[in-house]
């Protein structure tokens, strides 16, 4: 099964009022109004090196297109750009701005940020990243991934799969692979796969020909205000699909079983997937084995992962329903994901010390911090004489903070010791009251709790609570990610 190609694609975008309210001015550019990628002149990227916006600003250095940015610090990513030709600047000043045409902010930006400031007293053309990322999409085979949880590791899974099936799609990921360090590039093929984000409406600027969504659950309601809001945009991302495209959607998410069924009535194609009796790619069988796992795909065959967790298995069958989709064999798919190594800071090992392996997660959510302390845990259980988990949890957001405590706390109930830090307020300015404390005094009385304000100390923390055999796992969307090796410092010199 092959879908055509979508070059008649719809190129209008979301309703601005879509716009997260804390993004530079949406009235900048409207977004039902999409600019080829070749006619942004001289692009200058605010916050150049986050993953996102490097990631675009890579592509479009590959497809000779002038790029500078500026980052509030240097970085390896600021790096590779300048040698790809980006001229990058460490700072904000207005000055960097230099000759640019078009001027791409993130949601992160403030309306305040200098360069921000000068391109808009300049009248120049101010595109969030959503909307530089459809102008790169324009024209091509667009694969959209979405999702409360997984979409970063399905879109990087899938990007593997098809490159081991012979494609060569252009990607743009939220994370980076683990074999390559990268997290977008351009390539040959006509096909381009991305992550979509949800958290701040900008999904909604896409026009897929495939979209994916793996799950839909409470998030982002900072943004979204109640979790109906967040339905409604998920139905609007699906609402997207060009005529004749198609949707993959997890069966054994209730809220994505809803837009497949709607999906279905709009006349698209739709496969579905999960561990439900009535998938279309059904899995079956599934076991963990070691940092790994096999299963089954219900009338297709086996497939093994070099990855831990059965919602990895799930990640991957999405995979198989859009390779599946765009014209690619199972057997090939599955050999590419077999050789799929993992995504940077998604249960990433770290190394080992003093008998302690170190992992690092992503995780933010409840759920998704319940699935991978599930899967530490099956894979202690593998483990010669098991071991206990040592879980390193910092809050993100303030937001979330308040709205999830208790249901943070109830998964940390999975680990035998938790280390709860203070709260990482990224875009967010602190509320009273609410820290680290909350998540730390939620946790189950069967699982000892550390709350760990100071963030310099929580190293020697977690390495005293740590013994031979243990897994120690820093979990968060923050900086917490830097800790692993300092973890790692700790039990080799203890």
């Known amino acids: 099964m092959s879908l055509i190609d979508p070059r008649d694609a719809d190129p209008r975008d979301a309703d601005p009022r879509d716009a997260d309210p804390r993004d530079a001015d949406p009235r900048d550019a409207d977004p039902r109004d999409a600019v080829p ?54 700072g904000h000043d207005a000055a960097h701005v230099g000759d640019a045409d078009t001027v791409v902010v993130s949601t992160a930006i403030r309306d305040s940020n200098p360069e921000l400031v000068a391109a808009r007293e300049r009248g120049l053309r101010v595109l969030h990243r959503s909307e ?3 102008a790169l999409m324009a024209g091509r085979r667009a694969v ?3 999702g409360t949880h997984g979409k970063t590791t399905t879109t990087s899974m899938l990007t593997v799969a098809l490159q081991h099936a012979g494609a060569d799609p252009s990607y743009c990921i939220g994370g980076q692979l683990v074999t390559t360090g990268l997290g977008a590039d351009e390539g040959s093929d006509d096909v381009f796969v991305a992550e979509a984000d949800e958290s701040d409406g900008s999904f909604l600027r896409y026009s897929p020909r495939i979209a994916v969504v793996t799950n839909v659950e409470a998030d982002h309601l900072d943004n979204y205000g109640a979790f109906e809001q967040v339905k409604e945009n998920f139905a609007a991302f699906v609402g997207r699909v060009v005529p004749g495209g198609a949707l993959v959607a997890g069966a054994d998410d209730p809220v994505a079983r809803e837009l497949a069924a709607a999906a279905r009535e709009r006349g698209l194609t739709v496969l579905t997937y999960g561990e439900a009796a009535d998938a279309d790619l059904r899995i079956t069988g599934f076991t963990p084995r070691g940092l790994g796992s096999r299963f089954e795909i219900e009338g297709l065959g086996e497939v093994r992962l070099e990855v831990p967790g059965r919602h990895y298995a799930h990640n991957a069958t999405a995979a198989v329903a859009v390779a599946r989709l765009l014209g690619h064999g199972f057997d090939a798919v599955r050999a590419g994901l077999a050789s799929f190594t993992g995504s940077m800071r ?52 303030y937001s979330r903070t308040r709205f999830f405590a208790a249901e943070f706390g109830a998964a940390l109930g999975l680990a035998d010791t938790a280390v709860v830090l203070d709260v990482y307020g990224a875009r967010e300015d602190p509320e009273p009251g609410v820290t680290g404390a909350l998540v730390a005094d939620a ?12 963030r310099d100390e929580v190293p020697a923390v977690a390495a005293s609570l740590a013994r031979p055999g243990d897994v120690v796992i820093t979990l968060g969307a923050g900086d917490v990610t830097q800790l692993g090796p300092l973890i790692l410092d700790r039990l080799a010199n203890a």
Do not use: C, N
Not at 352 to 379: K, N
Not at 443 to 454: D, E, F, L, Q
């Open 132 to 134: 530089a990322l459809a």
């Open 37 to 90: 990628a070749g006619e942004l002149g001289r692009v200058h990227f605010i916050a150049i090196g986050g993953a996102g916006m490097s990631g675009i600003a890579r592509i479009m250095l590959r497809r000779g297109i002038a790029v500078s940015g500026s980052d509030a610090r240097d970085s390896e990513l600021l790096a590779q750009l300048a040698e790809l030709g980006a001229k990058v600047f460490v």
């Open 144 to 146: 959209t991934v979405a």
């Open 443 to 454: 946790v189950p009385g069967g699982t000892r709790a550390v709350y760990a304000p100071v």
């Open 346 to 397: 998604r249960l990433e090992r770290k190394g080992e010390a003093g008998g302690v392996e170190v992992f690092d997660s992503y995780a933010h959510h409840p759920t998704e911090l319940t699935a991978d302390l599930e899967a530490t845990r099956d894979y202690l259980r593998g483990k010669d004489g098991g071991g206990r988990l040592v879980a390193v949890f910092q809050p993100h957001l």
